[in-house]
């Protein structure tokens, strides 16, 4: 409308057209497994299938965080895998038997962990990964080490501080 622009020069933004197209396909599958109950069943299963391993509820809690977390490897979006897994999760931490503030706060700070897990992981990761720095598999490898190391951190010693501040 401006002139600043042709449509020309727009359609020649080609690896923005593949980023927004993928990543618009992406965000709505993962709405629509949610809709279609997927993630619900899945929470469901996961807690159920946790807590017949009879662990304390310590140990469930981890199990559950880790695979919030590593979920995201199936999800193009930090708001669409949050939206879509958060309650469900935390309702199945709560049936395990895990403190209602502390699992808040885990399930919540890990949201942030996983966003650097993949090169599609949010939403400024592919325009990042597409300046070349970085291949494919050194993404991904030191994506899983600093999950590790930052889930390490929070868990630990975030736990404890929780506690010590009286949260749970």
């Known amino acids: 409308m401006t002139g600043v622009l042709s449509w020309d020069d727009i359609l020649k933004c080609r690896g923005a057209w593949d980023t927004i197209v993928w990543f618009a396909a ?20 996961v807690g159920s299938a946790i807590d017949h391993l009879g662990v304390h509820w310590s140990i469930a809690t981890l199990l559950l965080i880790l695979l919030y977390v590593y979920s995201h490897y199936f999800f193009a979006s930090t708001t669409a895998h949050i939206t879509a897994m958060f309650a469900a999760f935390f309702a199945a931490g709560l049936g395990l038997g895990a403190p209602p503030a502390l699992l808040g706060l885990m399930l919540g700070f890990s949201s942030s962990l996983m966003m650097s897990l993949t090169h599609y992981g949010t939403g400024t990761a592919p325009i990042i990964f597409g300046s070349g720095y970085v291949t ?22 975030g736990a404890f501080w929780w506690h010590w501040l009286g949260y749970w």
Request: aromatic share 12%; glycine share 10%.
């Open 26 to 45: 992406l965000v709505m599958m993962a709405d629509f497994l949610s809709k279609l109950g997927l993630v619900g069943w899945l929470a469901t299963s």
């Open 136 to 157: 494919l598999a050194e993404w991904w490898k030191t994506g899983l080490v600093m999950s590790v190391v930052n889930l390490t951190i929070w868990g630990v010693t």
